[in-house]
C-alpha cells in the first residue's frame, strides 16, 4: 500500500472513532457545537450562541470557532473577550482575514484607535479587493485622527487604498439583506464611543457557517421576563433534571476528551509509519496537509523536513508561508541539531527565499520570537563552529534580535 493512502485510511478511521460508543443521543462533538452556535446566532440568541462556541472550542480549538465566538461576543458589546478571542483565533490563523477585522473592530471600541487601525490594514492587505474592509479600513483611520489629532503611520509595506464613498458603500446584495446594524444594549454601558457606532454583520460568518438568507423573525430577547417584570423561576423538578443532564453531559465531554487524545496517538503512530517512506510534497496544500496530520509532533515534522530538498521550498510555498508554520518549522530542526546541522541551516537559507517571507517575519509573536532566539542560543549555536557565522546572518534575518 503506497505511505500516502495509509497515512489518509488511518486518518479515516481516527474520525469514525466517537461514532462507536453507542449514545443514543449522540456524543458532542466540536463542529456540532459551532453549527449549533451558528443557528442560535442567526436567531438572535448571541448568549446561547456564545455558550456553543465555548463548548466547541473546549471539544476542539479552531480559528473558525474563536472567530464565531467573538462575533457573538461583539453582538453582546463584550469587546474585551471579542479582542481576546480575535487573538487566539490568529494564533492559530495568522491569515485569517475575519479574525483581524473583529479585533479591529473590538479595539476601536476600547478606544484602542491606532491597533485598530493596524488590524483593519492587514485585513485589507490580505483581501485588497474587498471594499468592505477598504471602507473599515478608511474609517478607522479618520476616527483615530479625530480621537488622537495625528495621523497613523502605514506599515513598512504600501498599500493603495482609493477613496470611498460615503453615501453608498458597495457591499454585496447579499450582505446588505442580512446587516444587523444594531446590538444588544448591555445592562452597563461601556465607557468611550456607543454601540450605536460598531455595525456588525451577520455576512461576515457566510465563511465560516451554512449560508443564510434575511431573518425577518422579531428577536428573542436574551433574558425572558414575566408579565410583573420578575425573572422567571426554575421548578425543583426542573432544576434537578438539568443538574442531572448537567452530569450526564459533563460525562460525555470527559469521555470526549480521552477519545480525543487516543485519536491524537493514533494519529502519530500512523503519521510515523507515513513519512518513512513518502515522497516530498510538491505544493504548500500537500505540505500542510500532511503537517496538520503530525498534530505538533516534532520527530515527525522533522523526518518531514529530512525528506525536502532544501532548495524546493521557495517553490513548495511560494508566497503562502505564515508566520505559524515558519515557527513550527523552525522549531522542529532542532531535532537535527547536531548532527545534521548544515542540513537545517540550509532549511533556514531557503525558507528566507519564500515570497513575502520579510511581511511573514513582521507578523511573528514576541512569545514565538522568544522561543526562537532561545532555541538559537541553547541548541543551534551549540553546533559545530563553522555553522556559527551562518547562523548569526540568519537570526539577523529572521529578526531575532
Same mark, same amino acid.
Given at each position: 500500500?503506497?505511505?500516502?493512502?495509509?497515512?489518509?485510511?488511518?486518518?479515516?478511521?481516527?474520525?469514525?472513532?466517537?461514532?462507536?460508543?453507542?449514545?443514543?443521543?449522540?456524543?458532542?462533538?466540536?463542529?456540532?457545537?459551532?453549527?449549533?452556535?451558528?443557528?442560535? !446566532?442567526?436567531?438572535?440568541?448571541?448568549?446561547?450562541?456564545?455558550?456553543?462556541?465555548?463548548?466547541?472550542?473546549?471539544?476542539?480549538?479552531?480559528?473558525?470557532?474563536?472567530?464565531?465566538?467573538?462575533?457573538?461576543?461583539?453582538?453582546?458589546?463584550?469587546?474585551?473577550?471579542?479582542?481576546?478571542?480575535?487573538?487566539?483565533?490568529?494564533?492559530?490563523?495568522?491569515?485569517?482575514?475575519?479574525?483581524?477585522?473583529?479585533?479591529?473592530?473590538?479595539?476601536?471600541?476600547?478606544?484602542?484607535?491606532?491597533?485598530?487601525?493596524?488590524?483593519?490594514? !492587514?485585513?485589507?492587505?490580505?483581501?485588497?479587493?474587498?471594499?468592505?474592509?477598504?471602507?473599515?479600513?478608511?474609517?478607522?483611520?479618520?476616527?483615530?485622527?479625530?480621537?488622537?489629532?495625528?495621523?497613523?503611520?502605514?506599515?513598512?509595506?504600501?498599500?493603495?487604498?482609493?477613496?470611498?464613498?460615503?453615501?453608498?458603500?458597495?457591499?454585496?446584495?447579499?450582505?446588505?439583506?442580512?446587516?444587523?446594524?444594531?446590538?444588544?444594549?448591555?445592562?452597563?454601558?461601556?465607557?468611550?464611543?456607543?454601540?450605536?457606532?460598531?455595525?456588525?454583520?451577520?455576512?461576515?460568518?457566510?465563511?465560516?457557517?451554512?449560508?443564510?438568507?434575511?431573518?425577518?423573525?422579531?428577536?428573542?430577547?436574551?433574558?425572558?421576563?414575566?408579565?410583573?417584570?420578575?425573572?422567571?423561576?426554575?421548578?425543583?423538578?426542573?432544576?434537578?433534571?438539568?443538574?442531572?443532564?448537567?452530569?450526564?453531559?459533563?460525562?460525555?465531554?470527559?469521555?470526549?476528551?480521552?477519545?480525543?487524545?487516543?485519536?491524537?496517538?493514533?494519529?502519530?503512530?500512523?503519521?510515523?509509519?507515513?513519512?518513512?517512506? !513518502?515522497?516530498?510534497?510538491?505544493?504548500?496544500?500537500?505540505?500542510?496537509?500532511?503537517?496538520?496530520?503530525?498534530?505538533?509532533?516534532?520527530?515527525?515534522?522533522?523526518?518531514?523536513?529530512?525528506?525536502?530538498?532544501?532548495?524546493?521550498?521557495?517553490?513548495?510555498?511560494?508566497?503562502?508561508?505564515?508566520?505559524?508554520?515558519?515557527?513550527?518549522?523552525?522549531?522542529?530542526?532542532?531535532?537535527?541539531?547536531?548532527?545534521?546541522?548544515? !542540513?537545517?541551516?540550509?532549511?533556514?537559507?531557503?525558507?528566507?527565499?519564500?515570497?513575502?517571507?520579510?511581511?511573514?517575519?513582521?507578523?511573528?509573536?514576541?512569545?514565538?520570537?522568544?522561543?526562537?532566539?532561545?532555541?538559537?542560543?541553547?541548541?543551534?549555536?551549540?553546533?559545530?563552529?563553522?555553522?556559527?557565522?551562518?547562523?548569526?546572518?540568519?537570526?539577523?534575518?529572521?529578526?531575532?534580535?
Amino acid at each position: 500500500m503506497e505511505p500516502g493512502k495509509l497515512f489518509g485510511r488511518g486518518i479515516g478511521a481516527m474520525n469514525r472513532l466517537p461514532g462507536s460508543l453507542g449514545y443514543d443521543e449522540g456524543i458532542p462533538d466540536a463542529t456540532s457545537e459551532k453549527e449549533l452556535g451558528n443557528e442560535y !446566532f442567526k436567531e438572535g440568541k448571541y448568549v446561547r450562541a456564545f455558550e456553543c462556541y465555548s463548548r466547541s472550542i473546549a471539544l476542539q480549538p479552531t480559528a473558525v470557532a474563536y472567530a464565531n465566538r467573538a462575533m457573538a461576543a461583539l453582538k453582546l458589546n463584550r469587546f474585551k473577550e471579542a479582542e481576546e478571542d480575535c487573538t487566539e483565533a490568529i494564533s492559530l490563523d495568522d491569515r485569517y482575514t475575519k479574525a483581524y477585522a473583529r479585533r479591529g473592530t473590538a479595539r476601536r471600541e476600547l478606544q484602542k484607535y491606532l491597533m485598530a487601525v493596524e488590524d483593519f490594514e !492587514f485585513a485589507f492587505r490580505l483581501e485588497p479587493e474587498n471594499t468592505h474592509l477598504k471602507r473599515q479600513y478608511m474609517e478607522a483611520r479618520e476616527t483615530y485622527e479625530k480621537r488622537t489629532g495625528n495621523k497613523p503611520s502605514e506599515k513598512k509595506v504600501p498599500i493603495i487604498v482609493k477613496e470611498v464613498a460615503k453615501t453608498s458603500p458597495q457591499v454585496p446584495v447579499a450582505a446588505k439583506s442580512s446587516a444587523i446594524e444594531e446590538s444588544p444594549k448591555p445592562v452597563h454601558k461601556p465607557a468611550g464611543p456607543t454601540s450605536s457606532s460598531t455595525k456588525i454583520n451577520n455576512a461576515d460568518l457566510a465563511g465560516d457557517m451554512e449560508s443564510f438568507g434575511a431573518d425577518t423573525r422579531p428577536k428573542v430577547p436574551i433574558v425572558q421576563a414575566n408579565g410583573a417584570g420578575r425573572p422567571v423561576t426554575a421548578s425543583p423538578q426542573a432544576k434537578a433534571k438539568a443538574a442531572e443532564q448537567a452530569k450526564l453531559y459533563e460525562k460525555k465531554l470527559v469521555e470526549a476528551a480521552a477519545i480525543q487524545n487516543a485519536a491524537a496517538r493514533a494519529a502519530a503512530t500512523v503519521a510515523m509509519a507515513a513519512v518513512r517512506n !513518502f515522497a516530498a510534497p510538491k505544493t504548500a496544500y500537500e505540505f500542510e496537509s500532511l503537517w496538520k496530520g503530525f498534530d505538533g509532533n516534532l520527530e515527525a515534522q522533522s523526518r518531514l523536513m529530512k525528506v525536502m530538498d532544501p532548495s524546493s521550498l521557495p517553490g513548495v510555498f511560494k508566497d503562502s508561508l505564515g508566520a505559524t508554520m515558519l515557527v513550527e518549522i523552525i522549531r522542529c530542526l532542532e531535532l537535527l541539531f547536531p548532527d545534521d546541522a548544515s !542540513f537545517a541551516v540550509q532549511i533556514l537559507e531557503n525558507l528566507t527565499k519564500v515570497g513575502r517571507f520579510s511581511m511573514t517575519v513582521m507578523f511573528m509573536s514576541a512569545k514565538d520570537k522568544k522561543d526562537l532566539c532561545r532555541l538559537w542560543d541553547e541548541v543551534f549555536m551549540k553546533s559545530s563552529p563553522d555553522m556559527h557565522s551562518a547562523l548569526k546572518s540568519l537570526r539577523a534575518t529572521y529578526r531575532l534580535g
